[in-house]
């Protein structure tokens, strides 16, 4: 597992993950109590919790970005 983990995600920051060849590129809006994020999608701006990106477990390819430091 490469890039950031979840501890260091910051509210208002841009991120993107791949998992299992799924790219998403996300802002987080909100940190909730059990450990997930709510997540704004930043090219649908749909809106999502982060855990569901990862449900299915995390690919050989799973890696978290800050878009900001790119």
Do not use: P
């Not at 994020?37 to 090219?43: E, I, Q, S, T």
Request: net charge neutral; glycine share 8%.
């Amino acid at each position: 597992m490469a890039g950031l983990s979840f501890d260091v995600l910051r509210i208002g920051k841009k991120y993107r993950l791949v998992n299992y060849g799924e790219r998403y590129e996300f802002e987080i809006e909100k940190i909730l109590s059990n450990g997930d994020f709510n997540v704004k999608d930043l090219h649908t701006l749909e809106r999502y919790h982060l855990k569901e990106t990862i449900k299915f477990g995390k690919g050989k390819d799973f890696e978290i970005r800050d878009l900001e430091r790119e």
